[in-house]
């Protein structure tokens, strides 16, 4: 199907529709999850006719009960694709991902027996449960869009979207994302509470009588990437995202002094890529097929606070990544 960007912008429109007949109240949530989905980041050169791009994976975190797993699980609903859930455990293995290779005795030989992130959305349901050994498995996945089993490197399909939950508050039986696996992520959400008059709605709606309807085929989604990734933007803009995480850094030339007492490490320049490309999907999803700096700002918080490593001394002060990411803001000249 071939649609023009106002159509587009409509079928997204429908996609928000069916979720919010489940989810009540997470407009700005549902928002953020399609600005993922709709991301086209390149991560590395074309090889051949394929385009190696990736998607905006995400990192919910919130305490349990906040719909999290219902809001990821009701969108791959409207999305006609393969989708997984993964619920992570301590005792996980990463084959229990990926997959293996098992021998065959009557016929001598491996079969390769593949996992469940051989689909198309994935939900890591608790990632923070599963050791940094099992999470690592996700990294090549996430990164390069294929897994390695034994000798044989396989490409997964397109779409390929990693979605990942994790409660903030356990402290026994969790293990910490690595850096590495933390950077892969493009957004990281805070997940709160619904207003009083949201949580009196949820209890009016009749879930077991709603139905979700698949709006959209995996090839009409790759369509609306295509024209996210025509929406323009200015040298200008991009000037202001280079400055933004280049203000994330300790020890470079303007940065504020809050940053050099407070962050341990800054952002990296993939951060910048991750950026460049939510600011895209952003200013598409709000109609328009030209960026502004407003479209940097509103959804710069989610995609740089997880990639603000505090020192000590802002731990123990309590300071928050969004407290130096909106001092950052305010030293960095808008265009």
Not at 127 to 139: D, F, G, Y
Not at 270 to 299: C, M, N, W, Y
């Amino acid at each position: 199907m071939v649609m023009d960007s106002k159509e587009a912008c409509a079928v997204v429109s429908q996609v928000e529709a069916e979720i919010n007949k489940v989810i009540v109240g997470q407009e700005w949530l549902i928002r953020r999850l399609l600005i993922g989905l709709l991301a086209v980041i390149p991560y590395s050169f074309r090889r051949g006719a394929e385009e190696r791009t990736g998607y905006g994976h995400i990192l919910l975190e919130g305490v349990p009960g906040l719909a999290k797993t219902l809001t990821i699980m009701t969108l791959a609903s409207t999305i006609d694709a393969k989708f997984q859930r993964i619920q992570f455990t301590p005792d996980m293995l990463p084959a229990d991902i990926i997959g293996t290779k098992i021998y065959e005795a009557a016929v001598s030989r491996f079969r390769t027996d593949k996992g469940p992130i051989f689909a198309n959305v994935i939900l890591a349901d608790e990632i923070n449960r599963a050791t940094q050994k099992t999470q690592s498995a996700l990294l090549e996945a996430m990164q390069e869009r294929q897994v390695t089993i034994g000798e044989e490197t396989y490409h997964l399909d397109e779409p390929f979207w990693v979605l990942a939950t994790q409660n903030p508050v356990e402290q026994e039986g969790v293990y910490p994302l690595p850096e590495a696996q933390i950077d892969r992520f493009a957004l990281k959400i805070h997940v709160h509470y619904p207003s009083h008059a949201d949580e009196l709605e949820m209890l009016r709606r009749k879930l077991t009588e709603t139905d979700v309807r698949r709006i959209v085929r995996p090839e009409e989604v790759l369509h609306i990437r295509r024209l996210v990734s025509e929406v323009y933007v200015d040298e200008k803009i991009r000037e202001y995202i280079v400055r933004i995480v280049r203000g994330t850094r300790p020890g470079e030339g303007q940065t504020s002094p809050m940053v050099n007492e407070m962050v341990l490490h800054g952002a990296s320049p993939r951060s910048a890529q991750h950026l460049l490309a939510l600011t895209r999907s952003t200013a598409f999803l709000e109609g328009r097929d030209f960026a502004l700096p407003s479209d940097v700002k509103s959804i710069a918080f989610d995609a740089l606070r997880h990639r603000v490593i505090r020192t000590l001394r802002a731990e123990a002060e309590n300071v928050q990544p969004e407290e130096i990411l909106g001092e950052i803001f305010r030293t960095v000249p808008i265009p």
